[in-house]
């Protein structure tokens, strides 16, 4: 009985980790994104912990800055 609520209590605690964004989420939402790339620019150790926010914040960012936001949306929508 003990084994099984350890194993539902780690499962638990495991869906209680950090919110990840997509892509499209950050290019919607300005400030959360310019956040993002602000805190994994200035400590390089964010890219372990959260590797694929940080990557999809700065992928967000750069198609922003080169299409826009309505661009950068279609042309993730197009894929």
């Known amino acids: 009985m003990n084994k ?3 194993i539902t209590a780690v499962f638990f605690l ?3 980790g950090k919110e990840y964004h997509e892509k499209d989420w ?3 939402h300005d400030a959360e994104r310019e956040a993002r790339v602000h805190a994994c620019d200035n400590d390089p150790a964010q890219y372990q912990r959260q590797g694929s926010d940080c ?3 700065k992928d967000a960012n750069g198609a922003v800055h080169l299409y ?3 661009g950068a ?3 993730l929508t197009e894929k």
């Open 55 to 57: 990557l999809n914040a």
């Open 73 to 75: 949306l279609k042309r």
């Open 68 to 70: 826009g936001k309505d």
């Open 14 to 16: 495991a869906a209680c």
């Open 4 to 6: 099984y609520l350890c």
């Open 26 to 28: 950050y290019i919607q």
